[in-house]
């Protein structure tokens, strides 16, 4: 079992849709989470990091963690065609375990 | 300050040939690892190094060797190439193991036919 799990997608939305992002994770242990853009042909490069449970701004992206439930989601609000890119959810203890990455494409 | 430098860009391989993948950075980083990423499964780890001299397994590690002598350095070697080993590798670095934050290069395309 990965020890993160993402769905693929991909996924298209028009200019302006909120898009919604989700991972699980299987380790209780795991205290950061962290999510990585990626654009084509290009490295990954980090967009968001959150500790522990709860939910970080910062700008028209919003992180959310639920322990509970070892769940990761990403919401982008008023989505833009700059943000087309594929997006990695990772979780943080000694190594750095990614999801498989969700390619997101919004059409203008 | 040039971050993580991969070099080449692009490779093409017969099977059965070796090479190695060179990976420096510039950042005085302790951590540094190897991904291979292919359509649909993201980013897996293949092997790191917390330090000069130490150096671990990670996710998929067949076929592939590393060695950390310096603390800029991480090339990945590819002992005998096949056909899937085609993907794309990224070399990453880090200072610590918690939430720091990753520091990718540029990618290496690598074509084994």
């Known amino acids: 079992q990965k020890e993160v799990e993402q769905d693929p997608g991909p996924l298209s939305v028009p200019e302006g849709a909120i898009v919604s992002l989700n991972c699980t994770y299987s380790n209780s242990a795991f205290q950061y989470f962290m999510w990585y853009r990626q654009y084509s042909r290009k490295g990954p490069e980090l967009l968001m990091y959150?500790?522990?449970?709860g939910n970080k701004e910062d700008g028209r992206f919003t992180a959310q963690v639920d322990k509970s439930s070892k769940y990761i989601s990403l919401f982008i609000r008023d989505s833009q065609p700059s943000d087309s890119a594929t997006y990695l959810c990772?979780?943080?203890?000694?190594?750095?375990?990614f999801g498989a990455g969700t390619t997101v494409t919004v059409r203008a | 300050n040039a971050g993580v430098t991969q070099t080449p860009k692009f490779q093409v391989l017969k099977t059965g040939q070796s090479m190695t993948l060179q990976c420096a950075q510039d950042m005085n980083h302790e951590y540094m690892s190897w991904y291979r990423q292919d359509p649909g499964m993201g980013l897996r780890l293949i092997h790191y190094?917390?330090?000069?001299?130490?150096?671990d397994q990670g996710e998929v590690p067949n076929g592939y060797n590393v060695s950390r002598s310096t603390t800029e350095d991480f090339p990945l070697r590819l002992l005998s190439a096949a056909p899937s080993q085609t993907s794309v590798y990224f070399c990453a670095s880090r200072t610590g193991t918690s939430n720091t934050e990753a520091f990718f290069g540029q990618g290496t395309r690598l074509t084994v036919v």
């Open positions: 190094s917390v330090g000069a001299g130490i150096t």
């Open positions: 959150t500790y522990s449970s």
């Open positions: 990772a979780t943080n203890d000694y190594k750095l375990s």
